[in-house]
């Protein structure tokens, strides 16, 4: 019997065959290497939340006044010393007034100045005329020591009975007994040495009180000269501090707020404008309970931005927080916001990533790769 040739079979019927055989295996394998991929692309462990420092640096007055001008303007880049507003600290009337205050306080402390010369030389013209009094009476007083010195000399004569000659060149005669009482020559006696201690004691105070009268008179030119000064620097400072203040931009970065503009009123310590810088050097991470992988300082991490092309870098560990703190709501992914503790550390922020302040990314520790720097 003649072999019949095999009945060709479709395409359509091998085609399905094949749907049918390897089709849902070929799938399955390409449904497990696609959530591979995507696991240790995209997915990453929720126990970790981090976003890039975000850093501020606010514009501020010293003083309150009116802001005249704003040099800036939203989102606009500026540089470190570049000026940003002028702010008037004071207005001309209230300057004037100022000045007029300023001036009446001068003329006062002329005026006091005046009465303490007058005082003060009244007071010297009085002391002068006791200086006067008290010069007469000690001339008076020598011319009745010269009378006591010679009544002394000879009642001291009548009482001695030795004739010889003394050191204060009193002579004495000799006869067989005083010829007048032992009372009458300490009377003598006793004016004689009062007197004689009186001019001596006297001359020593008046020649000291004659040194000393001089300095009693002020010089009030001094004193005015002083106190103008001090006036005039008040006036200076008060010019000073109501010209305009020029605030300038404290680090590079960019104009990310403006609370005021051009005439407005501003106060003392309230910011005017906050500059944020481009770059940040550090990334602020919380890790979440529980925790599989306690940070410690000098730690390999990876980096990785949540961008479609996961762009990553490698950082370390900085720094661990000693205790649990409050998570940044911002940093929960979703429209339902809620609080959670966990142990917050610092990463150093990788060089190849252009990371924006304030940016969320994804930590991941690797500690069995070696750290590259890039």
Known sequence: MEKLPPIPTPLVTRWREFRFQFIPVITMCAVVAGVVAMWRQYVVPP??????????????????GLMVSLNVDLFQRVTNGQEICQVQIMETNVLTAGLAVIEANLEVKRGQIDLLQLRDS????????????????????????????????RTSNLWANVSKVTNNNIITLVTNKPLVSEAQYDAALAQFEKYKVDVEETANFLEKKKETLPKLKVNGSNLLYYVEQDIKAQAERLVNTSSNLILRAPITGTVSLINHRAGERVLAGNPIVVITPSRSERIIAYMRQPISVAPRIGDLVQVRRQNFRREYGYGKVLQVGSQMAKVDSTLFVGTVKFTDMALPFLVSAPRNLALSPGERVDVI???????MEN
């Open 122 to 153: 009244m007071i010297y013209e009085r002391e002068y005329l006791v200086y006067l009094q008290e010069c007469v009476q000690h001339n008076i007083n020598k011319k009745l020591f010269t009378r006591y010195e010679a009544d002394f000399i």
């Open 365 to 371: 520790f690797n500690p069995r790769r070696k750290f």
């Open 47 to 64: 126990n970790v939340l981090a976003e890039v420092e975000p850093i501020t640096a606010n514009v501020v007055s010293t003083q309150p």
